[in-house]
């Protein structure tokens, strides 16, 4: 009975890790078709595998010059995210009092704010600071990121013990030293998943940059993208092609950053 339904269970996951890979089959094989063969038969695979489409893709991207802004804000703003967060946090959960619990649950509140609210007023604000460029962007991303990240933070920093800070204090390390030598490095787990979800969400990210890079030549990938879709035409096939040269960057940094990730999950897991 624990065979047949073992069995069961190992077709179901199989039968969904087939469904998740579609797209990416879906876009890795139109990458090579031409915009007739996409319309003919978008699942069946290209006549001759060629690789104009990537080339195409790759001058009409300027894919190195965008590779890099993607990867300058990204990295940017995910450390600020990870540093400015982990402190507060810290300070916030350190320090019970009613101003903190106020302070923490303003932090809570702002998830809930949808950004198409805040949207206009927002970009308004930068504009006349003019800082509507990749600084400005940084800084956007860590104020959108803070909230989520020193809410995980925090219920982390919830399970050390303050022993440990009181331990460090008598053997003579100032607040500062007992964050990072002591309390940081517990909080790699969590940093891992701060990481990853930030990462996430700035790499893929369209309408924020959209909204706020207007100089030619610092562009994101996302934002780049849209130069295959326009008013009367949609060249698909480049558009396919641009979509692969984007995704590679985060299976590389899957690829070097797997152990750390599962070894994060699987601290968190034993915490």
Do not use: C
Not at 8 to 34: C, D, H, I, Q, R
Not at 169 to 177: E, F, K, V
Not at 201 to 206: L, T, V
């Amino acid at each position: 009975m624990r065979k047949k339904w073992n069995f069961k269970l190992e077709f179901v996951g199989l039968f969904l890790a087939l469904l998740w890979l579609v797209p990416f089959y879906l876009m890795f094989v139109n990458s090579f078709k031409t915009k007739r063969e996409i319309f003919t038969s978008t699942i069946a695979l290209p006549g001759l595998w060629n690789l104009e489409n990537y080339i195409e893709a790759y001058q009409e991207l300027d894919f190195l010059r965008t590779l890099f802004n993607s990867l300058f804000i990204t990295i940017t703003s995910v450390l600020l995210i990870v540093l400015f967060s982990a402190m507060g946090a810290y300070a916030l959960s350190r320090a019970k009092s009613k101003f903190s619990s106020v302070f923490f649950y303003l932090f809570v509140a702002a998830m809930l704010i949808p950004f198409q609210s805040v949207m206009i007023p927002l970009v308004t604000v930068f504009g006349r600071f003019e800082m509507l460029n990749q600084a400005g962007l940084i800084f956007m991303y860590i104020g959108f990121g803070a909230s989520l990240s020193i809410f995980l933070y925090h219920g982390a920093l919830n399970n050390i013990s303050r022993s440990l800070d009181e331990a460090a204090t008598i053997d003579g390390a100032n607040r500062w030293q007992v964050f990072w030598h002591i309390i940081f490095p517990m909080l790699k787990p969590i940093t891992v998943t701060v990481a990853i979800l930030n990462i996430i969400w700035i790499w893929n990210d369209y309408l924020l940059p959209s909204l706020v890079i207007n100089q030619p030549g610092k562009e994101t990938i996302p934002l780049k993208m849209f130069f295959f879709f326009g008013e009367y035409t949609k060249q698909w096939h480049l558009a396919m092609a641009g979509l692969t040269l984007a995704i590679v960057p985060v299976i590389i940094f899957y690829f070097f950053a797997q152990r750390a990730i599962i070894k994060g999950v699987s601290d968190g897991a034993i915490k």
